[in-house]
């Protein structure tokens, strides 16, 4: 399978669609390489596809048994009604074998349970991956502990919350407009499990999603780069039941506060189509 990057514009317009997403949006081609003549009409251009790493903050034990699916299969439940002609690959990157970055045309980092300052091995590793990946304009998303390292290794600072955890449904506002979503008054009410967070912001980022208990909750970098603490990832039963599991840690109060919360309205759906809409932004054109 050969492959050609394309630049794809997604618009309301009178020409014959690739496919049509569930957006209601037509996607179509608008740059042809000048090189070859094979890919010059809509006729011969083969079928749009975007080959997706996601890398997951932990692994699956042998055994474990959980009423909830692994972040990787939430992420992809949640991307692929968006994403029709995405292929996806997921790789620990706790105990797995990291990939070339141009293996891939775009990653997504989970979260897990760790903290970007502690000491791993593993974890030296990762973020100097991620740096290469960064380096080298491919498209990376990173989700609470992967929006910290994303920070970490851009040169912002991490640190843990003297305020305690963020967890449950809270309010986050869309401060900034970007090209797949737009600043609003309105806070969106969405899922939080965290108390690390991002408290500097690198150098050339710009935030764009902010709330009181965590101003830094989502930025970007030049055009690559989605960084977001909350969770696109969560329900409200999952995170009642992390809520319930750690709430020695997070406090009664706080836990009881958030557990409240979950009741309330739930805006989870606006991030999944952040994080779609930023995919799509770049395709691969395949031809068998």
Same mark, same amino acid.
């Given at each position: 399978?050969?492959?050609?990057?394309?630049?794809?514009?997604?618009?309301?317009v009178?020409?014959?669609?690739?496919?049509?997403?569930?957006?209601?949006?037509? =996607?179509?081609q608008?740059?042809?390489?000048?090189?070859?003549?094979?890919?010059? &009409?809509?006729?011969?251009?083969?079928?749009l596809?975007?080959?997706?790493?996601?890398?997951?903050?932990?692994?699956?034990?042998?055994? =474990?048994?959980? =009423?909830?699916p692994?972040?990787?299969?939430?992420?992809k439940?949640?991307?692929?009604?968006?994403l029709?002609?995405?292929?996806?690959? &997921?790789?620990?990157a706790? &105990?797995?074998?990291l990939?070339?970055?141009?293996?891939?045309?775009?990653?997504?980092?989970?979260?897990?349970?760790?903290?970007?300052?502690?000491?791993? =091995?593993?974890?030296?590793?990762?973020?100097?991956?991620?740096?290469?990946?960064?380096?080298?304009?491919?498209?990376?998303?990173?989700?609470?502990?992967?929006?910290?390292?994303i920070?970490q290794?851009?040169?912002?600072?991490?640190?843990?919350?003297?305020?305690?955890?963020?967890?449950?449904?809270?309010?986050?506002?869309?401060?900034?407009?970007?090209s797949?979503?737009?600043?609003?008054?309105d806070?969106?009410?969405?899922?939080?499990?965290?108390?690390?967070?991002?408290?500097?912001?690198?150098?050339?980022?710009?935030?764009?999603?902010?709330?009181?208990?965590?101003?830094?909750?989502?930025?970007?970098?030049?055009?690559?780069?989605?960084?977001?603490?909350?969770?696109?990832?969560f329900?409200?039963?999952?995170?009642?039941?992390?809520?319930?599991?750690?709430?020695?840690?997070?406090?009664e109060?706080?836990?009881?506060?958030a557990?409240?919360?979950?009741?309330?309205?739930?805006?989870?759906?606006?991030?999944?189509?952040?994080?779609?809409?930023?995919?799509?932004?770049?395709?691969?054109?395949?031809?068998?």
């Amino acid at each position: 399978m050969n492959e050609l990057e394309v630049s794809i514009i997604y618009a309301y317009v009178s020409v014959r669609p690739l496919f049509t997403d569930p957006m209601g949006q037509l =996607a179509f081609q608008i740059a042809f390489p000048a090189a070859d003549p094979r890919y010059r &009409t809509l006729e011969n251009l083969g079928y749009l596809c975007m080959k997706i790493c996601i890398l997951h903050i932990g692994h699956t034990e042998p055994g =474990a048994v959980s =009423a909830h699916p692994p972040s990787p299969e939430r992420f992809k439940a949640g991307l692929a009604p968006y994403l029709p002609h995405a292929d996806w690959t &997921t790789i620990s990157a706790v &105990t797995g074998t990291l990939p070339q970055p141009e293996d891939y045309n775009a990653y997504l980092i989970t979260g897990g349970k760790y903290s970007v300052f502690d000491t791993l =091995a593993w974890q030296d590793r990762f973020l100097d991956f991620i740096g290469d990946v960064i380096s080298k304009n491919i498209q990376i998303i990173g989700i609470c502990y992967g929006h910290q390292a994303i920070a970490q290794v851009l040169g912002g600072v991490v640190e843990r919350s003297p305020r305690g955890y963020g967890v449950g449904l809270m309010p986050v506002s869309v401060v900034a407009d970007t090209s797949w979503c737009q600043s609003s008054e309105d806070p969106l009410m969405l899922h939080a499990m965290h108390q690390d967070q991002v408290t500097v912001l690198p150098e050339g980022a710009e935030v764009f999603l902010s709330s009181d208990f965590c101003p830094i909750s989502g930025f970007t970098f030049n055009n690559n780069v989605l960084a977001i603490q909350q969770h696109p990832d969560f329900t409200c039963d999952l995170n009642y039941d992390l809520i319930k599991k750690r709430e020695d840690r997070i406090g009664e109060k706080t836990a009881i506060a958030a557990i409240a919360a979950l009741e309330g309205r739930d805006d989870t759906a606006a991030s999944v189509e952040w994080m779609a809409r930023f995919l799509r932004q770049q395709y691969v054109l395949c031809k068998s």
